[in-house]
């Protein structure tokens, strides 16, 4: 037994030193992505320095032995109280975004009822997992990317377009706070249509910006951007518009005879097929205007293409 022993013990050691060497290698790097470290999650420091630190040399030295345990106390609050407070909001609209925003139940109802019980008991462990990470740490990488939105912002107030645009096509908008990535996206949407990028507009998600307090924003936009004098720019903002106004019959209405008074008779064929795409809710109310079209655009492909939406609803 004593030789068993013995015969272990390099073993044993050799295990702890490996354990002691990870610990040592990996600390540092677990330490450097702390959210302590990053100034934008420390609100209460902040305030000291910014109120109770002395701008010369001599008098922080004075200060310091003061000061040193106001700002550990202010750093204590920051980490056990403050900063999980913040992160809180953030953590839910990750919770809500993974599991609560993406149904289908005009084709999959049977599948999303049965996901239900699921997705409750699922909610409790996201939400946990997502706050104690973004709690300990900067997992939104806001200390590396909040410059690069700083500067996009500055851009675009001084109407900088083509210098912002490459800064707002990076990925870090992505990795951001919910509220930070959606400014930066509803900025970089703002700079497509301004530039008429309408290509890139075409491309572009609206889905999370439509779900998000930035909707009335995006609205605006859009309806800024449906003047433009470039028929494509217009029909991409017709499009989001008809899109997020299908179940508002007056408005998509008033929004479908500004198409249709269009010159263009490529916009008025494009705005056609939107509407009377397959089980799409749009053409129903649309009926009267559709049928005012098919007897009297001016092109006799758009007629022929509103009277089969028309055709297509009667069956």
Not at 2 to 18: D, E, K
Request: charged share 25%; proline share 6%.
């Amino acid at each position: 037994m004593i030789r068993s022993q013995v015969l272990q013990m390099p073993s044993s050691r050799f295990t702890a030193s490996l354990s002691l060497l990870a610990v040592t290698l990996l600390l540092p790097a677990l330490l450097s992505g702390c959210a302590c470290f990053n100034k934008d999650n420390v609100p209460t420091l902040n305030f000291v320095e910014k109120h109770l630190v002395p701008e010369s040399t001599t008098g922080q030295i004075v200060a310091s032995p003061v000061l040193f345990p106001i700002g550990l106390v202010a750093l204590t609050l920051d980490i056990a109280i403050v900063h999980p407070a913040m992160v809180i909001p953030d953590a839910a609209t990750d919770t809500k975004d993974a599991l609560w925003d993406h149904f289908d139940w005009d084709k999959m109802y049977v599948t999303e009822c049965a996901a239900l019980p699921w997705r409750t008991f699922a909610t409790p462990v996201v939400f946990t997992g997502d706050f104690l990470g973004r709690a300990f740490f900067d997992v939104a990488g806001k200390a590396k990317h909040s410059d690069e939105l700083e500067k996009a912002r500055k851009l675009v107030e001084e109407e900088k377009y083509s210098e912002a645009k490459p800064l707002l096509k990076g990925p870090w908008k992505y990795r951001m706070p919910n509220k930070q990535r959606q400014e930066a996206m509803f900025l970089e949407l703002k700079v497509l249509c301004l530039t008429g990028d309408y290509e890139a507009m075409n491309d572009w998600d609206m889905l999370e910006l439509m779900k998000s307090d930035r909707k009335q924003e995006v609205l605006a936009l859009l309806d800024s951007c449906r003047k433009s004098d470039q028929p494509m720019v217009r029909w991409t903002a017709y499009q989001a518009l008809l899109g997020a106004y299908e179940r508002e019959t007056e408005k998509l209405r008033d929004l479908f005879r500004e198409l249709m008074a269009e010159q263009d008779p490529v916009l008025r064929a494009l705005a056609l097929r939107f509407v009377g795409e397959r089980g799409s809710p749009r053409a129903a109310p649309l009926l009267p205007d559709l049928k005012r079209v098919a007897q009297e655009d001016s092109n006799p492909t758009n007629r022929a293409l509103a009277a089969h939406i028309v055709e297509q609803l009667g069956k």
